[in-house]
């Protein structure tokens, strides 16, 4: 029964292969959609901008603003100190810009690690700390693009910066404390920044510093030339400058006073019986073993520094005053030991006006010297 109907079926299985081979339809379905497709290619418009690159023209201008939130610590001898605040950078990149209408949001936002490092859709500036001494953390980050591309970028910053500190006015000193950040990867020929004033709204009473007194903050510009690789680059570097004084009480009360009483208290020996010389030596090597321990105090309350400051001079003429003091009990001693008492009355007369007028005219002209000569030379 199969046999009967083998034969048309390969007659018709045959027709419909010459009609397949011999159609001129399937061909040219095939060239056009290849030149359709070549056609969208050719029309299809270039990225003229790689999104890696800094926008527009060069340089491009970042503004760049500081919020000082509070400086954890100073330490005097590593010339370091630890604050933390909220970096703020505005810039415009056209290529960034969008319809409102059609995005169906009037500002785009990137915040937390993953928006902004993974959806982040284009360039932005990288800023590095170039006085960094350690630590230099950044979290908390947002990013803001307006429908025209304008982007602000906030982020918090925790660091350690180096700085440069002035101790010969020790206890009545103040420091400038600078954190330079710069635009890492761009000379300033390609980025540059520019300080945006009204970004900087440290709140004065809001900052806080161990033992010192935050009394204002500032922030500049400054081109500076580096050395990287071997290739001289000139960045551009936003400078933050906060303004500290130390509180000054605390070596006062402990050290100053103090030692300014034994002193005085010294000089007693002037008044004592000149027969009693044992006595007046002992008191006198009480003093200069005092002033001693206190040197020692001072070591290991200050950093150790090889120039000197107002508190190791106040030290030094203490001590050297009540060495002469013992020195001068000597003379005494020895006048009256060959008989001429009334030289060595006279030297214990003389002695109770100069020693005091001698001891707080050194130190008077100590501060001078270190609290207005040098502000004048500054």
């Given at each position: 029964m199969l046999d009967g109907y083998r034969q048309p079926l390969k007659l018709a299985f045959a027709v419909a292969l010459l009609l397949g081979l011999?159609?001129?339809t399937l061909p040219c379905r095939a060239q056009s959609g290849g030149a359709a497709a070549q056609s969208a290619a050719a029309t299809k418009p270039a990225v003229e901008t790689w999104l890696g690159l800094p926008p527009g023209d060069r340089p491009c201008v970042v503004r760049a603003g500081f919020h000082l939130e509070g400086i954890a610590s100073i330490d005097e001898e590593a010339e370091t100190f630890e604050f933390t605040g909220v970096l703020t950078l505005q810039w415009n990149d056209p290529r960034q810009a969008f319809d409102p209408a059609e995005a169906g949001v009037d500002e785009k936002v990137y915040q937390g690690d993953y928006q902004f490092n993974e959806l982040a859709p284009a360039w932005?500036?990288?800023?590095?700390?170039?006085?960094?001494?350690?630590?230099?953390?950044?979290?908390?980050?947002?990013?803001?693009?307006?429908?025209d591309g304008s982007s602000i970028l906030r982020q918090t910053v925790d660091a350690v910066a180096k700085t440069t500190l002035d101790m010969r006015k020790v206890?009545?000193?103040?420091?400038?404390?600078?954190?330079?950040?710069?635009?890492?990867?761009?000379?300033?020929?390609?980025v540059r920044l520019v300080a945006d004033e009204s970004a900087d709204q440290t709140d004065d009473a809001g900052v806080r510093v161990p033992q010192w007194?935050?009394?204002?903050?500032?922030?500049?510009?400054?081109?500076?030339?580096?050395?990287?690789?071997?290739?001289s680059i000139g960045s551009s570097r936003y400078v933050v400058t906060a303004e500290v004084q130390r509180k000054s009480l605390f070596l006062v009360r402990l050290i100053?006073?103090?030692?300014?009483?034994?002193?005085?208290?010294?000089?007693?020996?002037?008044?004592?019986?000149?027969?009693?010389?044992?006595?007046?030596?002992?008191?006198?090597?009480?003093?200069?073993?005092t002033a001693v321990a206190y040197q020692i105090v001072v070591g290991d309350i200050m950093p150790h520094i090889s120039y000197p400051t107002l508190m190791n001079?106040?030290?030094?003429?203490?001590?050297?005053?009540?060495?002469?003091?013992?020195?001068?009990?000597?003379?005494?001693?020895?006048?009256?030991?060959?008989?001429?008492?009334?030289?060595?009355?006279?030297?214990?007369?003389?002695?109770?006006?100069?020693?005091?007028?001698?001891?707080?005219?050194?130190?008077?002209?100590?501060?001078?010297?270190?609290?207005?000569?040098?502000?004048?030379?500054?």
């Open positions: 011999s159609c001129p932005y500036p990288q800023v590095a700390l170039a006085n960094r001494a350690g630590l230099f953390e950044t979290s908390a980050t947002i990013l803001r693009v307006q429908p206890p009545f000193d103040s420091q400038s404390l600078t954190a330079v950040f710069e635009a890492f990867g761009f000379d300033r020929g390609e007194t935050f009394r204002d903050v500032g922030c500049s510009i400054v081109d500076a030339e580096q050395t990287a690789a071997g290739e100053v006073m103090p030692l300014l009483i034994i002193v005085m208290l010294s000089w007693s020996v002037f008044w004592m019986d000149r027969a009693s010389l044992g006595d007046r030596i002992n008191l006198s090597f009480v003093g200069i073993l001079t106040f030290l030094n003429i203490s001590f050297y005053t009540m060495c002469a003091a013992a020195v001068v009990n000597l003379v005494v001693g020895a006048a009256d030991k060959a008989g001429k008492h009334r030289r060595g009355e006279k030297i214990d007369h003389r002695c109770r006006i100069i020693f005091p007028a001698a001891y707080f005219g050194m130190i008077s002209i100590a501060a001078v010297i270190y609290l207005i000569g040098q502000q004048a030379a500054e």
